[in-house]
């Protein structure tokens, strides 16, 4: 769940509200300097969003302009219906805003001589294997954090998410196993698990693990003190608490709710483990813009890598660019080295998102103007996002003349009658039976068995234990995934030989089993995500899982 929600790329991708009802005077001259003034004007703006959109508990956001950091502040609270302010030193979790870090990383050790972009990855990890030996004979340093692999969008994210037992070294290990479902260095579709092998090159070349070089040579340098490179180590620093809508019927619709956090997310911490606060983010913002250079004058990288860190090299989207309804569409997208490139406005803008449980980031850079945002949120909450979003870098441009919160309370709005509907249909049974859903083939203990996957591990099906002082003996089942304790709970009837999860943490997204069978006998099963906007990271679909 370290790329963007599922649920906020849908939304980012709406933009149906008439031209005329979001226009809005400019509030000041579209081009220039506006040293000071867009701070002013996104902290202003900030406000507004939250004063237009009450549910959501907290947020953090920091300006740079022309260099200098001109906004870093809170809002609301860190945790719904506390008292805690968020404030400029709030850690929020930003997710994948977090492999920029790990493609400058890989920058310095190449200006350093010890890597080489170009370089296949089995020299510095002879183990490496893609499922294609040809694809792990070329697959470069480079290739890992351009999301051109040939993986499936999130392939093997059940082995970084939600809360894994997987070590780094099983993750990397994992990788021969997944599918090459695309075409290599042929198209575009985001993944995590590259990332973290990416980590581990810099393990292997520095002696030390991912998070000590992160910390000694960037946030250290930068005096980034909130900041931690992995949730594990936040101690008692204030953090704000996550939240999502957690339905009815699924999530992303229902009221507000305070989600538990996620401490454990060392393994993928490369892909996605910084956790960092408003103003310390604007130092790492200061430092990008410089390319490599702080307002102080300290060197993390050259000129030409941070260029190189920016250089497109995987197209990702295009389109006939802005129109009325959006105004910001580009007309070409393109993933570089941890940052996606493209223009708003007529401007080149770098950027990233970011997405955990209950946390949504996003950071936009304008190197033109040597400006940039950063805006975190911790709740999933959509409409905020969106506006800010893109409300954000329409300030820094000076200019106030589209309407986000309007056009994104419009997009919400019909998002979730989408959401409605299509939740029904997935949940509706199709066999037919007095209940809706056919009578499995078999007795219920037939499905029970220990069922392996070869990159994930061992998923158990076991019968269910009677309840104490219940009537009868009507038989049920559980289901573990052994290497994820959330993801375990009952295994309920669905539709014939189709069960349907119900995880004890509700939080969790719950996945149809469908169970192979063959002369009388379950011989293996499929699964996938019950809801149609669970994130691509609860990559249920990529198992094949087979009795033993």
């Given amino acids: 769940m370290i790329a963007t929600t599922r649920r906020a790329a849908l939304l980012s991708a709406f933009a149906t509200v008439g031209a005329a009802a979001l226009a809005r005077p400019a509030f000041a001259r579209q081009g220039g300097s506006q040293t000071g003034k867009a701070g002013a004007a996104i902290d202003q703006f900030a406000q507004e969003v939250m004063a237009a959109f009450p549910d959501e508990p907290g947020l953090g956001i920091c300006v740079v302009e022309d260099g200098q950091i001109t906004l870093a502040k809170g809002y609301g609270v860190r945790r719904l219906g506390g008292t805690d302010k968020v404030t400029d030193s709030t850690l929020f979790g930003v997710a994948s805003n977090t492999k920029a870090f790990t493609a400058a990383a890989l920058a310095m050790l190449v200006e350093e001589g010890k890597v080489a972009w170009d370089d296949p990855v089995t020299k510095y990890l002879p183990a490496f294997a893609m499922s294609d030996p040809i694809v792990t004979k070329l697959m470069t340093v480079r290739d890992l954090l351009c999301h051109r692999s040939g993986l499936t969008l999130g392939a093997g994210d059940l082995m970084i998410w939600p809360n894994p037992t997987h070590s780094r070294a099983d993750i990397v290990a994992g990788l021969k196993y997944l599918p090459i479902g695309g075409q290599f260095r042929g198209g575009y579709a985001y993944d995590n698990v590259l990332y973290v092998a990416a980590g581990e090159v810099i393990a292997a070349v520095t ?53 538990p956090f996620d401490g454990s997310f060392d393994a993928a911490g490369a892909a996605g483990g910084l956790n960092a606060s408003p103003r310390d983010i604007g130092k790492w913002m200061q430092a990008q813009l410089g390319l490599g250079t702080t307002p102080g004058g300290a060197k993390l990288w050259t000129e030409a890598s941070g260029r190189e860190m920016w250089k497109p090299q995987t197209i990702t989207a295009w389109s006939d660019g802005p129109i009325a309804d959006n105004p910001v569409r580009a007309s070409l997208q393109a993933y570089a080295l941890g940052w996606f490139v493209n223009d708003h406005r007529g401007e080149k803008i770098v950027w990233h998102t970011g997405g955990l449980a209950g946390f949504i980031s996003y950071t936009g850079l304008l190197p033109g ?90 998923v158990t099906v076991s019968v269910a234990p009677a309840k104490k002082g219940g009537k009868g003996k009507k038989t049920s089942l559980k289901i573990a995934f052994d290497k994820t304790p959330v993801l375990r709970g009952a295994l309920e009837t669905f539709d014939g030989d189709t069960f349907k999860t119900r995880f004890d943490d509700r939080s969790q997204e719950d996945a149809f089993v469908v169970f192979s069978v063959k002369a009388g006998a379950v011989t293996g099963a499929t699964m996938r995500a019950v809801s149609p906007l669970a994130d691509f990271s609860y990559d249920y679909q990529d198992l094949k899982l087979t009795r033993l």
């Fill in 207 to 259: 002696g030390a693990p991912w998070e000590v070089f992160i910390q000694k040579r960037i946030l250290d340098p930068l005096k980034m003190t909130d900041s931690v490179p992995l949730p594990s180590l936040i101690g008692n620093r204030p953090r704000a608490e996550p939240h999502a809508r957690m339905g009815p019927p699924v999530r992303g619709l229902g009221p507000q709710t305070v989600l």
């Fill in 369 to 458: 103007r040597k400006s940039g945002i950063m805006v975190m949120t911790n709740a999933e909450e959509n409409t905020v996002f969106r506006s800010l979003r893109y409300g954000g870098p329409d300030r820094l441009q000076g200019r106030d003349d589209f309407d986000w919160i309007a056009s994104s309370r419009k997009v919400q709005a019909e998002a979730d009658a989408k959401t409605v509907k299509d939740a029904a249909e997935a949940m509706t049974p199709k066999g037919g039976g007095p209940n809706g859903g056919a009578a499995p083939t078999l007795p219920l203990a037939a499905y029970a068995g220990t069922y392996r996957d070869p990159w994930y591990g061992t």
